[in-house]
């Protein structure tokens, strides 16, 4: 492809096109990375035989090709953010400046419980403000009591004070360890990977990463309970276990007995991301609601627990049967007995969440779990505690 250079409106100032910048500037404008670079590399496409093009001549090309493709809100978005109008400056308490982030300032309102939609829209509204009265640079305080106002007019007071929330938090320094359990087919590992996207969260872990490394450090024939799926580690209880107890407390103490041993490196990477204060991600089938309990030195962080559950069958079955199909190497046996020693399980975990205060959310769709996750999340900061740490009653929410 020929090299094609961006210049100023007054025809100086050649620089090469980047699709890596564009992609930045669409990022900034709420697309995902991935998304962000492929609307870059069409545009690229777009200006083969080129030769030059205006700075402006770019930004209407770009809008242009997100009007075919993406809703207006993201139009609207990419305006805000690519305006060659006094782009905003954030001066922050130690008084250096900033350009201002969009990606950041989407975060913190996704935070709060908005919608990808409506943070966007709240981001934009703030942005057209400041360039209604030509602020090109504010304070990072100045800019939250903006925020504050904007959320607590169009979107509610209850939005305004977890933004207030949030950000008191993200100043504080404190890290926030999300624990994410449920069982096999709850949308634990979607909606980690939303949550991690929505709070800029990069330290990630599931259980079943730490079970196979387990599992290659340990030969079956020294730990068979280790190698089994968590629905079936019963099976490898002692052989006269079976006689002893009903399947239910069976599947239990099979579960429990894999969870045991899963709590060694669990504790281990929650303890790393606290020593060094970086937010954490722990999710999987051995999150057990009691593993707060076992945790001893928490420090100042923030630790909050969530139990995922699918209520209806025929919907944890179509998850199950959708993950085998879409990832065999993560599939379950899709045979009735497995499905029933599953449902059972998930039985047993909703059980334990109750009885520990766990809260219990109700996995309809991943979005609107994640929602859900968020705001549950920012409520418990709000009271100035980590969950689960006393037990209370359980807090069951459906999205």
């Known amino acids: ?26 990022s900034d404008a709420g697309l995902m990375f991935d998304q962000a670079y492929k609307v870059a590399s069409a545009i690229r496409e777009r200006l083969d ?22 809703p207006p809100a993201v139009v609207e978005s990419y305006i805000a953010v690519s305006s060659p109008v006094g782009s905003v400056t954030v001066r922050n308490a130690e008084g250096e400046d900033q350009s201002f982030s969009r990606i950041e300032h989407l975060r913190c309102l996704a935070a709060c419980g908005l919608s990808e939609e409506q943070a966007r829209k709240a ?19 100045e800019l939250r009591e903006l925020t504050y106002y904007c959320l607590n007019t169009h979107f509610g007071e209850r939005a305004a004070e977890r933004y207030r929330v ?6 504080s320094g404190r890290p926030l360890i999300l624990l994410i359990g449920g069982s096999s087919g ?54 006269n276990a079976e006689d002893e107890a009903d ?3 069976l599947l239990a103490a099979g579960y429990l007995r ?3 041993l899963l709590m060694v490196p669990c504790e281990a990477v929650i303890g790393r991301a606290i020593r060094e204060r970086v937010s954490l991600i722990l999710e999987g089938v051995h999150v057990h609601p009691g593993m707060l309990e076992r945790l001893e030195d928490l420090s100042d962080a923030v630790v909050v627990h969530i139990m995922l559950g ?18 065999p190497e993560r599939g379950t046996k899709s045979d009735r007995d497995s499905f029933e020693r599953i449902w059972r399980l998930q039985a047993f975990l909703l059980s334990e969440a109750d009885r520990t205060g766990t809260p219990i959310l109700i996995n309809e769709d991943t979005e609107q779990a994640t929602d859900l996750v968020l705001r549950t999340v920012v409520d418990i900061l709000a009271r100035g505690e980590s969950w689960g740490r006393e037990r209370g009653d359980g807090n069951t929410a459906r999205a």
């Open 310 to 327: 699918v209520l209806k069958p025929e919907d944890l079955r179509q998850r199950l049967w959708g993950r085998g199909r879409e990832a």
């Open 186 to 239: 709850s949308g634990k590992s979607s909606v980690a990977t939303e949550l991690a996207h929505r709070l800029g969260i990069v330290r990630t872990q599931s259980t079943d990463m730490l079970r196979e490394v387990m599992r290659m450090m340990i030969p079956e024939r020294l730990l068979p309970v280790l190698h089994r799926s968590s629905f079936e580690a019963w099976k490898a209880l002692p052989v």
């Open 258 to 260: 894999q969870m045991e």
């Open 123 to 141: 981001s934009t509204m703030i942005l057209d403000a400041l360039a209604a009265q030509q602020r090109w640079q504010v304070t990072s305080a």
């Open 166 to 171: 949030w950000m008191e938090f993200n100043q």
């Open 1 to 26: 492809m020929a090299k094609i250079y961006v210049t100023d409106e007054a025809g100086g100032n050649a620089v090469p096109f980047l699709r890596g910048i564009l992609t930045r500037s669409l």
């Open 49 to 70: 035989d080129a030769g030059s093009i205006t700075n402006e001549e770019l930004r209407e090309l770009v809008r242009g090709y997100l009007s075919e493709h993406f």
């Open 247 to 249: 399947p239910d407390v």
